[in-house]
């Protein structure tokens, strides 16, 4: 029995970046960055797995953490408040994501070179 790697779901998000097109707001278009994700789909969750992809997202939880506040106050200090608070969030965002994304791929590659030793 093959069990379900919900990770590769998260390859749905790219269709954000049609909406982008659609409207014109290129903001969007980072969201295609997501189809990453979709190479999981392929990949057998196993227990070093869960436990790589749990690594991955405590790090990117806490560097989301971290972010907010210094993008917060770099934000308020160049543009002015209403569009500082979206744009301090949609950074510590994009850095808690690509931070997921590095790390889990350091991790897989430090499982795949283990693995050919």
């Known amino acids: 029995m093959k069990r379900m790697n919900y990770l ?9 970046s049609v909406l982008g097109w659609k409207s014109g707001n290129t903001g ?3 969201f295609f960055g997501f189809i990453y994700f979709i190479r999981y789909f392929w990949v057998i969750p196993d227990e070093l797995f869960l436990l790589n992809v749990q690594k991955s997202a405590t790090i990117a939880f806490m560097l989301s953490m971290v972010s907010l ?3 917060m106050f770099s934000c308020a200090a160049i543009y002015n408040i209403s569009a500082a608070i ?3 969030f949609a ?3 994009a850095v808690s994501t690509i931070a997921f994304a590095f790390t889990m791929t ?5 499982e795949r070179r283990g693995t050919e030793e």
């Open 8 to 16: 590769g779901w998260l390859s749905l998000l790219s269709l954000i």
């Open 28 to 30: 969007l278009y980072g």
């Open 69 to 71: 506040v210094p993008f």
């Open 86 to 88: 979206p744009m301090s």
């Open 91 to 93: 950074l510590s965002f």
């Open 106 to 110: 350091g991790l897989e590659w430090k």
